[in-house]
């Protein structure tokens, strides 16, 4: 299955707007996710597992713990596992601003 289509499709019951890697100017309440670099394990000159890692991004003027909850879980159930979390509030935006960061592992084909 296509990643974004994943993430996508998984994010998708929070009823916010999901968009891959783009800011959403002037918006007030979305999703952004892009990747961060991957690794891989070698071993006999073979890939064996490709690692992808992913940032979940939330942005709203109020509170977003539900919001963050809520991908949390879904991410869960679609079988990435969380290794960061952390909230700000961005002056500039005025915009509370929730990260997450998964990672998945696969075997590699």
Request: charge should be negative; hydrophobic fraction near 35%.
């Amino acid at each position: 299955m296509n990643l974004n289509r994943l993430i996508l499709d998984t994010l998708e019951p929070i009823n916010l707007p999901v968009i891959y890697q783009e800011e959403r100017q002037g918006e007030s309440e979305y999703i952004r996710f892009f990747y961060l670099p991957q690794v891989d394990f070698h071993a006999d000159d073979g890939e064996q597992y490709n690692t992808v890692y992913a940032q979940i991004d939330i942005f709203t003027p109020g509170n977003p713990n539900n919001y963050a909850k809520q991908a949390k879980q879904l991410m869960k159930e679609a079988g990435f596992k969380k290794n960061f979390e952390h909230e700000m509030y961005e002056e500039d935006t005025g915009l509370f601003h929730y990260i997450l960061r998964f990672y998945k592992i696969e075997e590699a084909k």
